[in-house]
């Protein structure tokens, strides 16, 4: 049915971004895992206008970019 082939499409985005962090090394996927699911997280859909994170929590998540920002800002 079409309503699996959205789904099996965003399955293939998620093997195909952890076979590139692996380089090819299949047997190490699981080392990536946690980096390339919270990537996907994140990651703003064009369907939904924003990303999964924020459509369930409501609010932006915190990238590690921000907290670099935040520190800069900060008075010593």
Same mark, same amino acid.
């Given at each position: 049915?079409? &309503?699996?082939?959205? %789904?099996?499409?965003?399955?293939?985005? !998620?093997?195909?971004? +952890?076979?590139k962090i692996?380089?090819?090394?299949?047997?190490?996927?699981?080392?990536? &895992?946690?980096?390339? %699911?919270?990537?996907?997280?994140?990651? !703003?859909?064009?369907? +939904?206008?924003?990303?999964?994170?924020?459509?369930?929590?409501?609010?932006?998540?915190?990238?590690?970019l921000d907290?670099?920002?935040?520190?800069?800002?900060?008075?010593?």
């Open positions: 049915s079409q &309503a699996n082939g959205i %789904i099996e499409n965003r399955h293939y985005d !998620v093997r195909e971004g +952890l076979l692996c380089k090819g090394n299949e047997k190490t996927w699981y080392r990536s &895992a946690h980096a390339m %699911i919270w990537a996907e997280r994140v990651t !703003v859909l064009k369907s +939904l206008g924003m990303s999964p994170y924020r459509a369930v929590t409501g609010q932006e998540p915190l990238l590690p907290f670099i920002q935040a520190t800069w800002l900060t008075t010593p």
